[in-house]
């Protein structure tokens, strides 16, 4: 591992809706929601919906690092 | 992002339920105690709900069958298709077993019940969808415009915005009616899928302006389409989402 790869700082996780497989992705936030670029899903206000399907924040599940869902 | 076919097929199989095992008991006593304004919007809707599942159940065969390059894609038209029937089936037993609409049969019972739904309803339902459908078999028509149609307006808007107003409404009420209530919830958590699925597709096409424009100025109309039955602040609730749903699949007007 080299010196910059170590102190990278690790990659904020993604995080499924369950309901309708939208993925939040911390590096794209939701900017028409009002959730700049770099924000991580648990700084999300509790009152944000999935922009697919309107779900919670609860109906989310956190995608382990390289989990791998079928299709994608 | 949106993820990809195969997780939508897991999803489906691992949500299936049985619309024969709700009780109906309570709802069945209760329906003749409800107030007259109570009777007229519960029924106004499940009405609507009957028109519209049974067309989309009834013209998903098409959408599948255009699904010639992508076997996940197809098994995900077949699931949603499985979705659709059973919702069907869960509103004809709540209408002919809670609300006793006389009929031997579903479409008996659709007959009576179409009186009660207004013209831009029937009109979704009942023509433009249809139509659509032929288009898709005569294949003259792109999958992708048809999803616009089915998915992202007659489910995204004008089925998730009669869900809504009728888990509002079941909520409101002077008596409990569990069994209707689960059910509600039970096919909006399926409607959910179907409207992730829809928005993957059109995320994945190359749409034109015209054809994104279309389904923004449809979207926002059809959420219309239930007349007095939502109030216009759940309408224009739903016509957010419709707009912020859009964006999210990368259409962006503004």
């Known amino acids: 591992m080299t010196v910059e790869e170590t102190l990278a700082p690790p990659e904020a996780p993604r995080w499924l809706c369950e309901l309708c497989g939208f993925i939040y992705d911390p590096e794209e936030g939701d900017p028409d929601s009002g959730i700049p670029p770099g924000t991580a899903f648990e700084d999300i206000p509790d009152d944000w919906m999935c922009p697919i399907c309107g779900a919670e924040k609860s109906d989310f599940r956190m995608l382990e690092p390289g989990e791998h869902l079928p299709g994608m | ?5 195969g997780h939508f097929v897991q999803l489906a199989e691992s949500l299936q339920w049985d619309e024969t095992a709700i009780d109906l008991t309570t709802d069945i006593e209760s329906w003749t105690k409800l107030e007259d304004s109570e009777y007229d919007q519960i029924l106004g809707l499940i009405a609507g709900f009957c028109v519209g599942e049974t067309s989309v159940a ?4 098409s959408f599948q069958s255009k699904a010639t390059v992508d076997d996940a894609m197809a098994g995900c038209f077949e699931a949603q298709a499985r979705d659709e029937a059973r919702h069907a089936r869960f509103f004809d037993r709540v209408v002919g077993e809670v609300v006793g609409v006389p009929g031997k049969n579903l479409n008996e019972r659709l007959q009576v019940l179409r009186e009660r739904v207004s013209p831009e309803l ?6 433009r969808l249809p139509a659509i459908a032929r288009g898709l078999a005569e294949s003259d028509e792109e999958l992708t415009t048809a999803v616009g149609l ?5 489910e995204g808007v004008v089925l998730t915005a009669g869900q809504h107003a009728l ?5 409101k009420l002077s008596v409990p009616m569990p069994g209707m209530r689960k059910g509600m919830e039970l096919v909006l958590r399926d409607e959910r899928w179907h409207i992730g699925f829809g928005s993957r597709v059109i995320q994945s096409a190359d749409l034109v302006d015209n054809d994104l424009e279309k389904i923004l100025n449809e979207g926002s109309k059809a959420a219309w389409a239930w007349g007095d039955l939502i109030s216009s602040k759940d309408i224009e609730k739903v016509d957010q989402l419709h707009k912020r ?7 962006k007007f503004w």
């Not at chain 2, 992002?1 to 076919?5: C, E, K, L, N, W």
């Open chain 2, 58 to 61: 009834l013209h998903l065969g």
């Open chain 2, 122 to 127: 029937l009109e979704l339902f009942e023509e």
């Open chain 2, 1 to 5: 992002m949106i993820t990809g076919y």
């Open chain 2, 150 to 154: 089915y998915h992202m307006i007659l």
């Open chain 2, 167 to 171: 888990l509002d409404a079941l909520e």
């Open chain 2, 245 to 251: 749903r859009l964006k999210s699949v990368g259409i």
